[in-house]
């Protein structure tokens, strides 16, 4: 008899911080970091994004860091994201 090993795709605690966040009531001046899988629907939305947030919403600047498809996203790289942005927008399909 063969055995099955389920798999479940949900993380094992969800993070939970008592830091109070700032609100963002504007993206004038914002700088906003795009984090993204690439799948092409989320690349082209990246693609939008980086083009109207600046120019309608007067967002300093945009940036995009890529991300693992099938992988978890090493705190490392969304402390870098973090660190060099005002907000971010996450863009994971699947």
């Known amino acids: 008899m063969e055995t099955v090993k389920i798999m479940n795709p949900v993380a094992d605690q ?14 004038d001046g914002v700088v906003v970091g795009l984090i993204s899988n690439e799948w092409r629907c989320i690349s082209i939305m990246d693609e939008h994004l980086a083009e109207v947030l600046p120019a309608r919403y007067n967002a300093a600047d945009t940036f995009k860091t890529p991300v693992d498809v099938v992988a978890v996203t090493p705190p490392e790289v969304l402390d870098g994201v973090a660190g060099k942005s005002d907000a971010s927008v996450v863009g994971i399909a699947h």
């Open 14 to 27: 969800p993070l939970v911080t008592e830091e109070i966040l700032n609100k963002i009531t504007s993206l």
